[in-house]
């Protein structure tokens, strides 16, 4: 058992998919880890992406190489280790006349094939509109054009997995504990914080991780230390509305303006479309979608769905902030999607701040973080495994989910086959876990409504540091689009009783014990 006073090696600050990956990477080599998050995991941009594992095939015309090698190198491999929340998917690309030419087309879906070492996904591969089942919802005028793969993830349950893996090797997650004042004293890094019960807490450690995204140059302020870059905030915003084709393919647009934007089957009954680049001002916890680019985005599918789409057809909005280096780019979206790691031992102890970033390339990050940090901490002294070790409920193979699918209608026949298929792009084998021997709802606790399980809220609320209904529907289960407000308003019971139970039966899981 470790001694409770001494200091953590690594105090990661941010609980996004950046600071997670950190911890579970460091934790794993050995570390003492603290992971602190303001609020809930992913809570910010994290959970605001177009929910996509890709290399980004846009930043080809950017001349940003290394960017998408890299990103596509981390495709398949992600896949490998998280086969519940990633999974592959076919776009459809149509050719339009007056905008990139076919050829070049051609030519970038050519290096995206092959300069990242794809092996499981399927090429690229020319089709014909007029006979492709993705053709059937376009204009009649959209003819020709491409079919590619990239990956669809789940990206709260990507951060949230992380942090879950890292509090299995041993790290401490605590989340709603804010960061406040960060200082070095006699070679050790000093972090008061805040929870959200008003608890003050201090933590002292060896190194500290600012993984903060876009409130790195905050969290730099308050460690009283000088950033190596300037930072770019560009808001993306998403609609949603009702499902606008029946196919399981999703679309990469290009528009007059240069741009590209998304059209992606999600949560069943529903058409993700984004995103948009805006710059930002203000806190990135205010940003929402405008009028502007809700109309921006409603013209653009409507220049290729045969039914046009409008604002009133919008049933949810989100935007998130990006956190891009400012490299002088005139237009946000030719803003690099690229990232920095820079270590600072100005103080004596290490300080660590990951500038940028994209989700893809998440894992390499936190590699790349650890093992600059492993020269400074002699407990990180592992090495590199996050590869190839499955996150939380990955362990099956990349073509097992049917079958896992399969075993779950089979031991479970009360759970219909969209609850069966939600639980396993969300838990994979871990389900097994709480769903136990249940041949009905009662065993579960009842069902709350829409499949989701008072043996799955309880288990949110223990594994997963769920605590308030958005928490539960908008992060860990994507139930908050099919959710009425009367059904919120009756989860919000539940959820405030479990929590309470749980808070009751663990109070060192909810952060409520003092702080040495």
Known sequence: MPDSSAPYDVIVVGGGVNGAGVARDAAGRGARVLLLEAGDLAE????????LIHGGL????????????????????????????????????????????RWLLRLGLFLYDHIGGRKK??????????????????????????????????????????????????????????????????????????????????????????AAGPAVLDLLRRADAEPDHRMRLVRGSHIVVRKLFEHDYAYFFQLPDGRIFF????????????????????????????????????????LYFRNPVT??????????????????????????????????????????????????????????????LADHVPALSGKRWTAKAPLPGGDFPVDGAAALRAEYRLAHPFLSAATVDRIVR????????????????????????????????????????????DDVLWRRSKLGLHFTAAETELLAGDVERIVAEARQADAEFFGDERSR
């Open 263 to 302: 059209a992606i089957p999600y949560e069943r009954d529903f058409t993700l479309i984004g995103t948009t680049d805006q710059d930002h001002d203000g806190p990135a916890s205010e940003a929402e979608a405008s009028d502007e680019e809700i109309a921006y985005l409603c013209e653009g599918a409507s």
């Open 44 to 51: 910010g941009t994290s959970s605001k992406s177009t929910k």
């Open 121 to 210: 996904l399927p090429a690229t591969r020319s089709v014909d509109l007029r006979r492709h089942v993705a053709g059937g919802p376009l204009q009649p005028q959209y003819v020709k054009g491409f079919e590619y793969s990239d990956g669809w993830v789940d990206d709260a349950r990507l951060a949230l997995l992380n942090a879950r893996d890292a509090a299995d090797r041993g790290a401490r997650v605590r989340t709603r504990t804010r960061a406040e004042m960060l200082r070095c004293d006699d070679g050790l890094w000093i972090v008061d914080a805040v929870g959200d019960q008003g608890h003050h807490y201090r933590f002292t450690g060896r190194s500290v991780v600012n």
């Open 311 to 372: 604002p009133a057809d919008v049933v949810w909005t989100y935007s998130g902030v990006r956190p891009l280096i400012e490299d002088g780019s005139g237009r946000p979206e030719a803003a690099t999607r690229g990232y920095r790691i820079d270590l600072d031992m100005d103080e004596g102890a290490p300080l660590l701040t990951i500038y940028g970033g994209k989700i893809t390339s998440y894992r390499h990050v936190a590699e790349e973080a650890v093992d600059e």
């Open 58 to 101: 846009r930043y080809l015309e950017h001349y940003e190489f290394g960017l998408v090698r890299e990103a596509l190198k981390e495709r398949e491999r992600l896949w490998s280790i998280a086969p519940h929340i990633i999974r592959p998917l076919r776009f459809v690309l149509p050719y339009r006349d007056g905008l990139r030419p």
């Open 426 to 469: 969300a838990y994979g084998t871990d389900a097994r876990r709480w769903l136990a021997g249940a041949d009905d709802w009662d065993a579960l606790g009842g069902e709350i409504a829409h499949g989701l399980s008072v043996a799955e809220l309880r288990w949110m609320a223990m594994r997963e540091w769920a605590r308030t209904t």
